[in-house]
């Protein structure tokens, strides 16, 4: 919804609206809030509102929330008596200057850069999650809801009736859900979104979540996102998709056929992968579900088959794009989306399409791939040594995300039992 300020407080006072969200993502990808009332909404777009974002850093005090009118949303699930309505904000200093640590406006900055450079981009992404049923308390279990399995229906599928909530609710919000099914765990739930451009998808991505936690919350479920949270069981992902175009032309082709300029682009995201994992992939349970399943393990790609790390689909009337596989939910979106981006554009600009190529055989065995970081440990060590990982996130933004790995990894080493620790630390919350 795309309106000036003055539509938007007539539509405020017209619709019976009564409490304003004013969202943001903090470094870790998770939604955070300051809710008004509707009286101060016009002083939110002129000055402001101020809050206080020591979470975001240990060196930040108060910063300002200015809402972006452009993604004004109801939130359907709430009462129609008293609407609450949702903006995502701009983050500012307390002068009224942009907070360097604002990621979302990072994203946004590198995205009208590549405009400037004839570049067009639309991401996508496929998000999978479990539901799990709630104690005679209300509190979460790790019983699933059901024992479904890949594309069943009814009655092995229970989970339906909370996807279509889910669904219907992301639609009249205007986030463009295309399809959902059920996944190949037991309890497993995965929902398809069209491409957008790449800060409105990440703005979806974030939102996607608190809407699939709530509409869980109302049918007496519970939904996590925690990459691993079955250890016999298949894993959570995140697929992101990416289409391209370079002066009006999809640098990825047709039918299979792919240009220079996009063999290129892709070689710049293998060659760049292992830096970025820690950001794709962020807290330790991650990297219990590489390998398994249909999760890939090594950085390679394919056509067809769905567990490489880089799957390029080939579908007829479908626009050409590629998939980048080893992300989950867990990750900052803002942040993923603008290093993948920046690997696959510098390998376009270096003319370099060598890593593509030399993964080109499907048959190759795995020892003729380099593996994904085996652990958060080992991911965050070749982010810190990465030149690339410094070049394209401002200092702020990188050492608060350091940080907050360094801080995870601290109390997870600490830990007796890791297990019990990844359970308390992500199961309930992610």
């Not at 290129?264 to 390998?291: D, Q």
């Not at 970081?373 to 030149?387: G, K, N, V």
Request: glycine letters at 6%; proline letters at 6%.
């Amino acid at each position: 919804m795309s309106q000036a300020p003055k539509e938007i407080l007539k539509f405020v006072e017209e619709n019976d609206v009564k409490f304003i969200r004013l969202t943001f993502c903090d470094i870790s990808g998770n939604l955070k809030n300051v809710a008004i009332m509707p009286d101060e909404l016009e002083r939110a777009f002129t000055c402001g509102i101020p809050f206080d974002a020591s979470s975001l850093g240990s060196d930040i005090s108060d910063l300002l929330l200015f809402p972006d009118i452009s993604t004004l949303s109801v939130l359907p699930w709430r009462p129609r008596s008293g609407r609450v309505v949702r903006f995502f904000c701009d983050l500012r200093n307390p002068d009224g200057t942009d907070f360097e640590g604002d990621i979302r406006r990072d994203l946004t900055r590198y995205i009208n850069e590549l405009r400037l450079n004839g570049f067009s981009c639309e991401m996508g992404t496929k998000c999978e999650f479990y539901l799990f049923d709630l104690d005679e308390k209300g509190q979460p279990t790790k019983i699933p809801h059901d024992s479904g399995s890949f594309l069943d229906v009814a009655p092995l599928d229970k989970c339906e009736n909370a996807r279509r909530e889910i669904c219907l609710s992301l639609e009249e919000m205007g986030m463009h859900p295309i399809s959902s099914c059920h996944k190949h765990g037991p309890g497993q739930n995965e929902i398809d979104f069209r491409e957008n451009e790449p800060v409105a998808a990440a703005d979806n991505m974030v939102h996607y979540k608190t809407v699939v936690k709530s509409i869980a919350a109302q049918n007496g479920l519970f939904a996590s996102f925690m990459p691993k949270p079955l250890p016999n069981e298949h894993g959570s992902a995140l697929s992101i998709s990416i289409s391209l175009k370079k002066n009006g032309e999809n640098i990825f082709g047709t039918g299979g056929d792919i240009p220079f300029e996009g063999r290129c682009f892709i070689s710049g995201v293998l060659r760049h992968i292992r830096e970025i994992t820690a950001f794709l992939n962020p807290i330790t349970n991650s990297y219990k579900r590489f390998g398994i399943g249909y999760a890939p393990k090594y950085v390679n790609w394919s056509f067809e088959n769905r567990s490489q790390l880089i799957r390029i689909p080939c579908i007829s009337g479908v626009t050409p794009r590629i998939e980048i596989r080893s992300a989950d939910a867990c990750c900052n979106p803002y942040i993923t989306f603008k290093l993948i981006l920046a690997a696959g554009i510098e390998g376009l600009r270096s003319g370099d399409c060598s890593l593509m190529e030399s993964t080109m055989k499907e048959d190759m065995s795995p020892a003729g791939f380099e593996p994904l970081p085996l652990s958060l440990r080992e991911a965050l060590d070749i982010a810190r040594e990465s030149s690339f990982v410094k070049q394209n996130l401002p200092e702020n933004i990188l050492s608060t995300a350091f940080a907050q790995i360094s801080k995870q990894l601290q109390q997870y080493d600490l830990a007796r039992n890791k297990d019990e620790f990844e359970d308390m630390t992500y199961f309930k919350f992610m």
